[in-house]
């Protein structure tokens, strides 16, 4: 009960602070970016108290003029109950000072009770019984009704600031619209990488092989010695061409998965990097192509980094499929201090999980440790690699 009542008056006073601040800071939360991270603050804070899941993310477009009004009522509800809660408190106080400490105060300033009735605390009757009376109508009203009042204001908060189905709709299509350009232009990006590899790397390696076995044939008949160098130039260059081809396959769909599914192809990632790598890796049970795909991309993109940036001795890699959802996490405890913006891949990798419909979160403070977790959509209908 008491840490219902602390909890309750906590949520009220912050509240007061905050109705306050909502009303001088108004002309700068009249601004979207402010007025949604304000509004996603309160939103998480009246989840907490309620004790219910609330989405603390700052909405989109169509919840500006939905936070506007919150504002507006967070002002005109919560200034009043968290100055409620403030005096409550207060003369809980001030009967606490006037039952212990009246006659310490000269004549014309000891403290007053009930201060609608203004009664004067002037013997050791009026301080004992006034100030328990005091203190237990006001512990009541601490205990039952300002917890209450707390979860009106929080329900009253969530019931603003919750987007309505139609604007989760409208962020939900604008979210999928975004990935699904990102997904285009990357792979649009990739479809000129593959052509840049296959035409500066394969091709022209083949157009090599073509001359040398032209100039061996010429060459067979007079100088035989000649012609087989030539020929033993082309095998090199063939199996050179042939290495090449490969890595350039296991970009589109690497080929371990195929042979070894996604807890082989892990292994074979870990075995190769130079930071030791612990797995925690349960049955997954089948998974579709495309999930293992973004996967092992996404570990194998990780690894990397880690083993060029990060000054890491050590990595962990945990996956574990929750329902629909596949989560992979990788922690190194390196350096830290990653940054999208500085070349490291994760803009590559945040691409391809949105095209999954499924969201990266990157925690990597100066010092390390570095964490990277990923959750993928599981669509149960899409084909599965036997």
Not at 211 to 233: F, I
Not at 288 to 300: D, F, L, N, R
């Amino acid at each position: 009960m008491l840490g219902r009542a602390s909890a309750g008056s906590a949520y009220l006073l912050v509240t007061l602070a905050t109705a306050v601040v909502t009303a001088l800071a108004f002309p700068v939360l009249l601004a979207p970016q402010p007025a949604r991270r304000w509004a996603a603050w309160h939103r998480r804070r009246a989840g907490k108290l309620l004790g219910v899941s609330a989405d603390g993310r700052p909405g989109g477009r169509p919840g500006g003029r939905r936070n506007l009004a919150w504002a507006l009522a967070h002002v005109a509800v919560g200034f009043p109950l968290g100055m409620a809660t403030l005096l409550c408190l207060g003369n809980i106080l001030v009967a606490v000072v006037a039952s212990t400490s009246w006659w310490a105060f000269s004549a014309d300033t000891r403290p007053t009770l009930f201060s609608f009735f203004d009664v004067r605390v002037d013997d050791w009757a009026t301080a004992l019984i006034g100030g328990s009376v005091q203190i237990a109508v006001l512990g009541v009203a601490l205990w039952r009704l300002l917890p209450m009042l707390a979860r009106l204001h929080a329900r009253l908060c969530l019931a603003m600031l919750t987007p309505s189905p139609r604007e989760r709709l409208t962020e939900r299509v604008d979210a999928l619209t975004r990935s699904r350009v990102g997904v285009v232009d990357a792979h649009g990006r990739e479809l000129q990488r593959i052509e840049r590899d296959l035409h500066d790397g394969t091709q022209a390696r083949l157009v090599a092989i073509a001359m040398q076995v032209g100039l061996a044939r010429e060459l067979l008949a007079d100088d035989p010695k000649t012609a087989a160098t030539l020929l033993q130039q082309t095998h090199e260059t063939a199996e050179e061409a042939m290495t090449e081809l490969r890595a350039v396959l296991q970009t589109i769909y690497p080929p371990i998965l195929a042979d070894r599914g996604l807890d082989g192809a892990l292994t074979a990632l870990a075995a190769r990097s130079s930071v030791p790598v612990h797995i925690e890796l349960p049955d997954l049970g089948t998974l579709p192509a495309t999930v293992e795909s973004v996967a092992y991309y996404v570990i194998a993109e990780s690894l990397t980094n880690i083993t060029k940036h990060a000054a890491a001795t050590r990595a962990t890699l945990r996956i574990k499929r929750v329902d629909n959802a596949l989560s992979v996490e990788i922690t190194d405890d390196g350096k830290g201090g990653a940054d999208e913006t500085r070349g490291t891949g994760i803009p590559g990798i945040r691409r391809r999980v949105a095209a999954l419909d499924g969201t990266l979160r990157l925690d990597s403070p100066p010092g390390g440790p570095t964490t990277l977790a990923v959750h993928l959509m599981i669509d149960q209908e899409a084909p599965c690699e036997s």
